[in-house]
């Protein structure tokens, strides 16, 4: 195991020589090693789009007279700045999210609301698919938390469902509530996720096919920016998947309770 530091010493006991085996794995560490794994995935995921801007520009300042070979340059130009773009906002977002363990002020949110708002993002670009995202009624369930951040985590769980479904399918997205536990699931008829890669989705910048995620445009970073969103609720985020038929991904949050919000406050002053 790569993350195990192990010790070696050879120590006197009695008229005995022994062989000490000792293993440092302290949270310091770890949380090191987490940041510098982050760095280096962050190294790796830019260098190419840079690369690929440098040999736009120059291979734009050679075309200069073929004007229809300089609107194909400057159109890929644009493409690999805005992924730079999305992958800089995203890493930005992440770490913001990461270094906040929990909510500086939890505030009561309507879930209703959020789901809303989250498929209200995604309505152009799932119209275009001709995919419809259907929820249902109302809820009425309650969470404290921060709302635009709540949004943003499931706009992008409405957000996957729209790039990896066929045309003219469905999504359903709906919230149930009991036993305090408030669960929003996001419901596709996508090409589903192999068993082996359900567990690392959620990781930072995995993607299962990484050339055929490139194409949607992603980075890898949208599930571990809403495990993140969801831990610092108090909550989590699971996924059900089978190949061929499709996905859901349930967050589950602590329902809006006095209890619930004099942990997360004392979580916060922690
Ligand atoms: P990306 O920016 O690549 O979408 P995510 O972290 O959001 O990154 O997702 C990681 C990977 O998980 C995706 O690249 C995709 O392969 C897979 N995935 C996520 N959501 C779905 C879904 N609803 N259906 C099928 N595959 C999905």
């Given at each position: 195991d790569a993350n195990v530091f192990l010790f070696v010493r050879i120590a006197r006991i009695g008229s005995r020589f022994v062989l000490l085996l000792a293993e440092d794995r302290t949270e310091a560490y770890r949380l090191d090693e987490v940041r510098r794994d982050f760095v280096a995935n962050i190294s790796h995921e830019l260098k190419t789009p840079i690369g690929a801007v440098g040999l736009l520009a120059d291979a734009l300042q050679a075309a200069s007279d073929d004007p229809e070979q300089v609107r194909r340059f400057a159109k890929r130009l644009t493409k690999e700045s805005d992924r730079l773009a999305r992958i800089t906002k995203e890493i930005i977002e992440l770490s913001r999210l990461q270094a906040a363990?929990?909510?500086?002020k939890p505030e009561l949110v309507d879930i209703d609301d959020v789901v809303a708002a989250a498929i209200d993002h995604n309505r152009v670009a799932a119209d275009k698919l001709g995919i419809s995202i259907v929820s249902g009624g109302d809820s009425g369930a309650q969470v404290y938390g921060d709302e635009p951040i709540l949004v943003a985590a499931l706009q992008n769980l409405i957000t996957n469902a729209v790039q990896y479904s066929p045309e003219r399918s469905r999504i359903g997205v709906g919230v149930t509530n009991s036993d305090g536990i408030v669960e929003i699931s996001v419901t596709d008829q996508g090409a589903g996720i192999a068993e082996e890669d359900l567990e690392r989705v959620?990781?930072?910048?995995?993607?299962?096919d990484p050339a055929r995620a490139r194409n949607t445009g992603g980075t890898g970073l949208g599930l571990s920016i809403v495990k993140h969103v969801v831990q610092n609720h108090g909550g989590d985020v699971r996924v059900w998947s089978q190949v061929g038929r499709g996905s859901t991904f349930t967050i589950r949050l602590p329902e809006a309770s006095s209890a619930t919000l004099a942990s997360m406050s004392e979580s916060a002053a922690a």
């Open positions: 363990d929990a909510l500086a959620f990781e930072r910048f995995y993607r299962v």
